[in-house]
């Protein structure tokens, strides 16, 4: 019996906000798994169904799905070609890369970017020669055969006996 009773006092705690049809949304945008956020200068409602509403004018909300208003593009050149190539890979996914023996190369992003924050990442073997190189994110618009091409990041480095990754942030609008 007190297994029971001790079972039904504890039952409440063991479930989440999400199991129990509770959500959140800031300014009308259901937000509801949100984690490791804080916010300031809000004001905070609470509904007779538990929602939690809250309005804050200085947060905007940016839905990971919605496509980016300009096309995005990464141009890629080396000082000298390599002897591997030069993956690039955009929110965990590979997107595109330099051939080895090619010493530039322009990747568009299409779909795989989305509006907000986004992470590049790139990864090349190790050279016996140290190998300069330059990445290049911008947004563009095709005319005809051009591209007009409009930087918003650059990355240079070396690729040396160790390779060369890392990683960086844009922002798509």
Excluded at 105 to 110: A, R
């Amino acid at each position: 019996m007190k297994k029971t009773v001790l079972l039904f006092i504890l039952l409440p705690f063991f479930f989440s906000s999400s199991l129990l049809g509770v959500e959140i949304f800031i300014n009308d945008t259901n937000v509801t798994g949100i984690k490791d956020q804080k916010i300031e200068n809000c004001t905070v409602k609470i509904d007779s169904e538990g929602n939690i509403h809250i309005e804050a004018k200085d947060v905007k909300i940016v839905s990971q799905s919605e496509k980016p208003e300009n096309d995005y593009y990464v141009s890629i050149s080396l000082q000298s070609p390599l002897s591997s190539d030069f993956v690039l890979s955009l929110n965990g996914k590979i997107v595109g890369k330099l051939d080895a023996g090619k010493q530039e190369t322009l990747i568009e992003l299409g779909d795989n970017v989305r509006k907000g924050e986004n992470i590049v990442s790139y990864v090349t073997e190790p050279s016996k020669t140290p190998v300069e190189y330059t990445i290049m994110v911008g947004s563009g618009v095709k005319k005809g055969e051009n591209l007009e091409f409009t930087p918003v990041f650059n990355k240079t480095g070396k690729v040396g006996h160790l390779g060369a990754a890392g990683n960086f942030k844009i922002v798509a609008e």
